[in-house]
């Protein structure tokens, strides 16, 4: 069972970037699947996460820029960042949890400038 992100990198403040969590095996129906971040010297926070039923939640700090959705048959969940700020810089990172288990992407560097 594996995540895998891609799509970080590089960007000006204002820019925009699209994230992706690829899901190996049978883990992405049924899952709850998140995006977290940490930025150089801080803890993990929570971003996004989206449920099986599309519904979504954020945190305040990236409501209304960022957008959580997921491609079933893809096994993919995205998180489409708009309007990027100096302070969203960070590593961000690709969470499943299901009833009984927790999994984790290596995570992705994205770095804002000003």
């Known amino acids: 069972v594996q995540l895998v992100e891609s799509g970080g990198g590089l960007v000006q403040a204002g820019g925009s970037l699209r994230l992706s969590c690829a899901a190996s095996g049978n883990i992405f129906n049924g899952y709850v699947m998140a995006w977290y971040r940490q930025a150089p010297g801080k803890q993990r926070e929570f971003v996004a996460r989206i449920f099986d039923s599309s519904r979504a939640n954020y945190a305040d700090s990236v409501r209304d820029r960022f957008t959580i959705s997921r491609d079933i048959a893809k096994n993919t969940v995205y998180l489409q960042m708009n309007s990027l700020k100096p302070e969203d810089t960070a590593v961000y990172y690709c969470?499943?949890?299901?009833?009984?288990?927790?999994?984790w992407g290596q995570g992705t560097l994205v770095t804002v400038s000003s």
């Open positions: 969470n499943a949890v299901g009833l009984n288990d927790n999994y």
